[in-house]
């Protein structure tokens, strides 16, 4: 079973930086996009940013200008650049994928397990 292997949360000071891992576990037939979720305590899951296997990147307008994701394709792996982190950037960060698993023909969505990351000084 395909599955998500995230780290790099943490704790920081507001105005610090943190780099989120996401690694797809096995080899899969293909990958067609990749991307980061967050949900603050109370709060609805969001879009921080997503990338395309053409490397076409979307962010939200609260990540545009601080936050960097990138995808590299040899490894599987995307990483979401924080920068002049905000208390407000507190959340479970979420990473997803929709791969095509081998030995099948369809994609699937998949989710990691979360990655807790808090802004606080």
């Known amino acids: 079973q395909v599955q998500l292997v995230e780290s790099g949360g943490g704790m920081v000071q507001p105005g610090g930086s943190l780099r989120l891992s996401c690694a797809v576990n096995e080899t899969v037939r293909a990958i067609s996009s990749m991307g980061w979720y967050r949900q603050a305590p109370g709060a609805e899951r969001v879009v921080v940013a997503t990338?395309?296997?053409?490397?076409?990147?979307n962010y939200a307008d609260s990540a545009k200008g601080r936050f960097k994701l990138s995808w590299n394709n040899a490894k599987n792996t995307v990483y979401l650049q924080m920068n002049s982190l905000k208390a407000e950037d507190t959340a479970t960060y979420y990473c997803?994928?929709?791969?095509?698993?081998?030995?099948?023909?369809?994609?699937?969505?998949?989710w990691g397990q979360g990655t807790l990351v808090t802004i606080s000084s």
């Open positions: 997803i994928s929709y791969v095509v698993p081998a030995g099948e023909t369809r994609y699937h969505s998949v």
């Open positions: 990338i395309t296997e053409d490397g076409t990147t």
